[in-house]
């Protein structure tokens, strides 16, 4: 009997994905598709015009300054490469073996190998997307400083593609190999033990790298000792540094072959490898992966500490708290995405302190309260991502149960009341550890640090709020798995939205904060006048108003759902 095709394969969810925007349109969508593309360009802009002018300064530097812009790219890619192979990790685990579509795959005639190759391309535009997207700038800005020509987008293209394909085959045949070595009753464990390698393998990456040696080179003995470390390549045996060999040596006017023939028949070796020991272990793997899920929430110590503490809720409140907290420890494809936040935080906190703000160079008091005010833009960008992992996909994992509690005496206010709280005060809780412990390793002082900490009170409650109103305006009820929510029109238009919110109220804090770092530079006492004030309500103001609108435009929307 003739294989149906991989394209065959991936059919059906190419044919809901257009199905959906017909519905769309039908619905007038194209107003969500404009809005799409200007927050993307607006963005892409952005990230654009900062390297533009990072990559214009070093190429006026003689001798060291492509040296320098190699090692930038390279590091992005490093970093890339360390996110790309944890989400694919996590993303495996839900299309190998969560997927509701697997039960009918796996029962059908269809080749292993088809199954192999579609649910990782699957795999892979699930877990990288987000990464080609951010790619386009940063390339886009090296093609037009080094004047690239028309060639470099193919080419760059040629260089990135095996990039990507490589964590994917990766992390997929990391999860196949876990999902066989432990009981699919102890899928928790599994992922924890993930989670400590992941946490311990990038904090060592890092460490061996010590890329905060670039931003001081007068530790370095001589010139040459600078020079050494800038033509060392940062890891010679990872596709990251390939792919940088590939477009530099392209934009310096010298290509070379080799590091994309490295590129393409290793990302060609690993998909023969990774399809190999997806025959010999998927069938096991699927078949403990049908096991009930060992569920925590069912014991005692639970139902006396969770309980307890919301015991002086009304009983709707009480009871959608619970159902939503036990609900998220229940689904594995959700709370196992706490790998890629602790990872994440470590990274940042790590980062941090080997900025070289306390270690003997001679820095002013300007630049450390820079520092300290730009890590309020980054801590807010991580919080959005978070949120978008865990509180944009609250409505949409209401799934079709919605229409039991639209045509419900309860009332959906306390519904939503819920979703928020349960999502912001653990977001809360992180946005302060964050934020605090940034403060204290940059040694800011008690203003920055008050400042810093209420300002990051303020952007969480909005930024949790704007996650659970557009998780609302654009819900996907139909999807298979909650990790592909954050990834769809809507995830995509409130990761933007947070940006333009983060820089509006960095820019409203700048002009208040600016007063008093002026002050104190010139050993001035600091005066609270009426500017600093307006700033300071200004801000306040845009979070407010990001608070409170996207809730009620939430709930009107909830209230308007048609089944």
């Known amino acids: 009997m003739r294989q149906p095709s991989v394209r065959h394969v991936l059919q059906p969810k190419w044919r809901t994905m257009l199905q959906r925007v017909r519905e769309e349109r039908a619905r007038g969508g194209q107003g969500k598709l404009v809005i799409l593309v200007l927050v993307a360009l607006g963005f892409w802009l952005a990230v654009f015009g900062v390297l533009y002018k990072i990559l214009k300064y070093f190429r006026g530097v003689e001798e060291l300054g492509p040296l320098l812009a190699g090692k930038l790219l390279g590091l992005v890619f490093l970093s890339f490469i360390a996110i790309l192979v944890l989400s694919n990790v996590i993303t495996a685990l839900s299309s190998f073996f969560l997927a509701k579509d697997l039960d009918l795959l796996v029962s059908a005639p269809v080749d292993w190998l088809r199954i192999y190759l579609a649910k990782l391309a699957e795999t892979l535009l699930h877990s990288s997307w987000m990464v080609a997207l951010m790619v386009v700038p940063i390339l886009a800005a090296y ?64 460490r061996i790298i010590r890329p905060e040696r670039l931003a001081s080179p007068e530790g370095f003995r001589n010139l040459l000792d600078f020079l050494t470390v800038l033509r060392t390549p940062t890891s010679p045996f990872l ?48 078949t403990k992966a049908q096991e009930g899920a060992e569920r925590f929430v069912r014991g005692g110590v639970w139902a006396w500490t969770v309980s307890t503490l919301l015991a002086s809720l009304p009983v709707a409140k009480r009871e959608f708290v619970l159902k939503d907290i036990k609900l998220f420890f229940r689904d594995a494809s959700q709370w196992s995405q706490l790998i890629l936040l602790a990872v994440l935080v470590v990274v940042y906190l790590f980062n941090i302190k080997a900025l070289p703000l ?19 833009g980054l801590a807010g960008f991580v919080l959005a991502s978070i949120a978008a992992r865990f509180i944009f996909p609250a409505v949409s994992l209401e799934g079709r149960h919605m229409w039991l509690l639209r045509s419900s005496p309860l009332d959906l206010r306390a519904l939503l009341w819920s979703k928020y709280w349960v999502g912001t005060l653990p977001l ?133 759902f048609e089944f």
């Open 239 to 286: 596709p990251s540094e390939w792919t940088t060999q590939a477009i530099m040596s392209f934009l310096l006017g010298h290509p070379d072959p080799l590091p994309l023939a490295l590129l393409w028949t290793t990302a060609a070796a690993f998909v023969t490898l990774g399809a190999m020991l997806h025959r010999e272990l998927f069938a096991s793997g699927f």
């Open 428 to 560: 809360l809780v992180l946005a302060l550890l964050l934020t605090g412990l940034t403060n204290v390793l940059l040694q800011v002082g008690p203003f920055m640090m008050v400042m810093g900490l209420v300002t990051i009170c303020g952007l969480t409650f909005a930024m949790a709020a704007m996650a659970l109103g557009f998780g609302a305006l654009y819900p996907q009820f139909e999807t298979e798995n909650a990790a592909q929510i954050p990834t769809s029109f809507g995830g995509l238009v409130y990761m933007m939205a947070t940006v333009a919110l983060l820089g509006a109220v960095i820019f409203a804090l700048w002009q208040a904060v600016y007063v008093y770092v002026r002050a104190v530079y010139q050993r001035v006492p600091v005066v609270v006048d009426a500017g600093m004030i307006f700033w300071f309500a200004v801000a306040a103001g845009i979070c407010v108003v990001a608070t409170v609108v996207p809730l009620r435009v939430g709930l009107r929307k909830m209230e308007s």
């Open 358 to 376: 306390h270690r003997g160079e001679e820095v002013g008091f300007f630049y450390v309260t820079l520092v300290s005010f730009l890590n309020l």
């Open 143 to 206: 093609g037009v400083i080094y004047r690239g020509g028309v060639l470099f987008t193919p080419y760059a293209l040629l260089a990135f593609v095996p990039m990507l394909v490589l964590p994917a085959v990766v992390g997929s045949a990391l999860t196949l190999v876990l999902v066989n070595l432990f009981p699919a009753r102890r899928t928790r464990d599994l992922l924890s033990l993930v989670a400590l390698f992941a946490a311990g393998g990038v904090i060592l990456l890092f």
